[in-house]
C-alpha cells in the first residue's frame, strides 16, 4: 500500500503562483509513476502533469504546458506541482496519485493510490 497526501492547495488571483505538494509513505519502492489530475464540479478528472518516475520524464497537459512544472525530491517521497500565470480556469481540486503498474500514464485508470484532493481557487 502507498499512502498519498496532497497539500498546499488555496486562494490566489489570476497571474499568481502556487505550489502543491504530495507526499507519498509506504511502499514507495512500488511507485512506477506519479501524476496529478483536476476535477471541478459536474466534471470529469482530468489529466495535469505525470512523471515516469524511473526516468523522471514528465508529460504535461496542453493546457497547463509552459506555466506549471512537476518536480520531485527523492529524499523526502515528495513530488510538487509548481503552477505559474494561474488562469481561472485552473480552479479545481486537485488530486496526486502513484501507479504501482505499468500503463497510459495520462489515464485514470492506471493510478492505484490517491490522496484526499486539496483545492485550488483562481479569482480573476
Known amino acids: 500500500q502507498v499512502r498519498v497526501v496532497e497539500s498546499g492547495g488555496g486562494l490566489v488571483q489570476a497571474g499568481d503562483s502556487l505550489r502543491l505538494a504530495c507526499t507519498t509513505s509506504?511502499?514507495?519502492?512500488?511507485?512506477?509513476?506519479m501524476g496529478w489530475f483536476r476535477q471541478t464540479p459536474g466534471k470529469e478528472r482530468e489529466f495535469v502533469v505525470s512523471i515516469l518516475w524511473s526516468r523522471g520524464s514528465t508529460i504535461y497537459a496542453d493546457s497547463v504546458k509552459g506555466r506549471f512544472t512537476f518536480s520531485r525530491d527523492n529524499a523526502k517521497n515528495t513530488v510538487y506541482l509548481q503552477m505559474n500565470n494561474l488562469k481561472p480556469e485552473d480552479t479545481a481540486v486537485y488530486y496526486c496519485?502513484?501507479?504501482?503498474?505499468?500503463?497510459?500514464?495520462?489515464?485514470?485508470?492506471?493510478?492505484?493510490?490517491w490522496g484526499q484532493g486539496t483545492q485550488v481557487t483562481v479569482s480573476s
Open positions: 496519485a502513484a501507479a504501482s503498474t505499468i500503463g497510459a500514464l495520462r489515464s485514470i485508470a492506471t493510478y492505484d493510490y
Open positions: 509506504g511502499r514507495t519502492a512500488s511507485i512506477f509513476a
